[in-house]
C-alpha cells in the first residue's frame, strides 16, 4: 500500500496549492484519510480530515476557513485546496488513511502514512 502525496512547493503569502495524495489502496472508500503536517522544529499536527464518505469533515482552527480537503473515492484521491496561505503554513505535509474515526484528528494509530510533500510560503 502506498500513499503518494504531490503538489506542494514554494508560494508568496496569500498564494494558494492544490495537494492531492493518490492511495493504491484496493478499499479507499472503507478509509477516512487525513492531512498532517510537520514544520521545522515542532511536532505533528493535524490539519484535516475526510470521512469515507466524504459527508464529514474536521479542520484545525489554525485552517479552517482557508483550506477545504475533499476526495474522489473513484480516483482513489484526496486532495486539500490550501487558500490564503500565511508563513505560519510552511511544513511537509503527509496524508494518512485510517478506519477508525477516533483517530484521525490525532494521527496515532493511522493504518497508512504517505510521504510529505513540502509547502514553504514566504513572506
Known amino acids: 500500500v502506498q500513499l503518494q502525496a504531490c503538489g506542494g512547493g514554494w508560494v508568496q503569502a496569500g498564494d494558494s496549492l492544490r495537494l492531492s495524495c493518490v492511495a493504491s489502496i484496493s478499499s479507499f472508500s472503507d478509509y477516512h484519510m487525513g492531512w498532517f503536517r510537520r514544520a521545522p522544529g515542532k511536532e505533528r499536527e493535524f490539519v484535516a480530515t475526510i470521512s469515507w464518505s466524504g459527508q464529514t469533515t474536521v479542520y484545525a482552527d489554525s485552517v479552517k476557513g482557508r483550506f477545504t480537503i475533499s476526495r474522489d473515492n473513484a480516483k482513489n484521491t484526496v486532495y486539500l485546496e490550501t487558500d490564503s496561505l500565511i508563513p505560519e503554513d510552511t511544513a511537509v505535509y503527509y496524508c494518512?488513511?485510517?478506519?477508525?474515526?477516533?483517530?484521525?484528528?490525532?494521527?496515532?494509530?493511522?493504518?497508512?502514512w504517505g510521504k510529505g510533500t513540502q509547502v514553504t510560503v514566504s513572506s
Open positions: 494518512a488513511a485510517a478506519t477508525r474515526w477516533a483517530t484521525m484528528t490525532v494521527g496515532d494509530d493511522m493504518d497508512y
